[in-house]
């Protein structure tokens, strides 16, 4: 998949009072480009030193966007010289300024700084790149889109060795003067909501560079001829960045049975009190769209978190189109899709996207009905498809349980409950559950 950057103009106080917050609800982090006059000097527009350390700790990264935020094409040599000094001594980003620069400023830049960001366009950079070119940037204004956006990086989806950089100022919750460099607060949330749901990895420039560094440096990965659209560079890749939050060990058991009485007595009699009224069943969503719209819409509020509006706007029409060549044929081991739902009678109300990855098998999405949870249908079926995978292939399987969305307090003790243990990664070829 491709990557995202978020980043931030001019180190603007909102971008810790609203972005910080909001992104720190997803634990995402992000990339601030700083202008070096405003250090301590108790502007309240701007960020202090106290802010800065506490995003620093938070893992955000910082560009340098000179002292002064002028066109360096109006400078001479020295006067660029003085300008380009960075006085935080926080990152080996540079950000152009207006994006105005020319040949005899990009090699001065160059000497000092490894990364230089500035072009103002809609396109993709290549990671190979990323020491070599001026970065594009999408420039995010008050008339941008979620749709704007989404038209722009959605053809790119499966291109592992490419990424966007979304550029903001200024983050309100209202813009009451309709500036025309501030977005609102509701605007970020439902981009990053949208990118999580869609498993956009977002990430920082210092992410990106050991991307480029351990790019095929992953865990056991099988190269095969076969023509499944997943990558385990893709999938490790993304569960790294989110930080996997829990995961079974399938040789912690031998069999499924052992697995089953492993779990907690009232999980297993909630199992056995609710099985009986429901199926599970590999099935195509668009033979079942309808209901996997209403599954989608059927509440406002996931694990804590409003929805985005975009759930409302895929109509059922949207998942026949999108899922209509869908299969749950194997044709390869090592990589594959496949869908399992939850029935009552024959209406879909719950589902479990899993795909297959070397020794990985991976929960990419888990939605249930709002009106049927009571009956543990998530359970359930959680139950029935690690049954499947201990029945149809080696117990020396990983189930990852991705950690897109930051879990709740419930949403993880459901996670411990159903056999979910806490999943550390080590580096991108050890990895241990503990």
């Known amino acids: 998949m491709v990557y995202i950057i978020l980043d931030f ?11 910080y917050n909001i992104c720190k609800k997803y634990n995402i982090k992000f990339n601030i480009n700083l202008i070096g006059k405003f ?69 001065i830049v160059r000497n000092k700084y490894k990364i230089l960001v500035g072009n103002p366009s809609n396109m993709y950079n290549n990671i190979s790149d990323i020491y070599n070119n001026i970065l594009n940037r999408i ?26 950089i979304l550029n903001f100022h200024q983050i309100l919750p209202i813009n009451i003067n309709n ?23 977002i990430i920082t420039y210092n992410l990106l560079e050991n991307i480029k560094l351990n790019q095929f440096n992953l865990i056991n990965h099988k190269k095969c001829n076969c023509t499944s659209l997943l990558c385990c560079e893709n999938e490790i890749k993304f569960s790294i960045i989110y930080k996997v939050l829990s995961a079974i060990d399938t040789k912690k058991n031998t069999n499924f049975e052992q ?13 056995k009190r609710f099985n009986k009224y429901y199926n599970v069943k590999m099935f195509k969503i668009a033979d079942y769209a309808d209901d996997f719209y209403q599954i989608h819409i059927s509440t406002d509020i996931r694990h804590g978190i409003k929805i985005p509006s975009y759930y ?11 899922y209509r ?18 029935f009552k009678e024959d209406k879909l109300v719950g589902f479990i996207e899993l795909r297959k990855c ?75 559950i503990s």
């Open 259 to 271: 697995f089953f009485n492993s779990l907690s007595k009232s999980i297993r009699q909630d199992y």
């Open 39 to 107: 250090k301590d000097n108790n502007n309240d527009r701007f960020l202090n030193s106290n802010q800065m350390a506490e995003l620093k700790n938070y893992g955000c990264t910082f560009g340098f966007h000179t002292y002064n935020h002028i066109n360096m094409t109006e400078l001479n040599n020295n006067e660029i010289e003085k300008e380009i000094i960075n006085n935080y001594e926080y990152s080996q980003i540079f950000c152009f300024p207006y994006s105005k620069y020319n040949d005899n400023i990009i090699n």
């Open 139 to 164: 420039t995010i204004k008050n008339t941008t889109t979620l749709t704007d956006i989404i038209k722009i990086i959605n053809p790119y989806y499966n291109n592992n060795d490419k990424f966007f």
């Open 325 to 342: 060549d869908q299969n749950n044929n194997i044709s390869c081991t090592n990589h594959f899709i496949l869908y399992f739902g939850i």
């Open 358 to 432: 070397c020794e990985t098998f991976n929960y990419a999405n888990i939605l249930g009905h709002k009106d049927y949870l009571k009956d543990s249908i998530m359970t359930i079926l959680n139950i029935h498809v690690i049954k499947y995978i201990y029945e149809n292939f080696y117990t020396n399987n990983i189930i990852i349980y991705y950690g897109i969305v930051y879990p709740n307090s419930s949403l993880q003790n459901w996670k411990n409950r159903n056999g979910f243990n806490k999943y550390i990664y080590y580096n991108y070829d050890r990895f241990s």
């Open 179 to 201: 500036l025309e460099y501030v977005q609102t607060t509701n605007f970020l949330e439902d981009l990053i909501i949208w990118l999580m749901s869609n498993q956009y990895p």
């Open 312 to 322: 409302y706007n895929y109509k059922p029409d949207y998942y026949k189109n999108k």
């Open 9 to 19: 103009d001019d180190g603007y106080l909102n971008n810790y009072n609203f972005a």
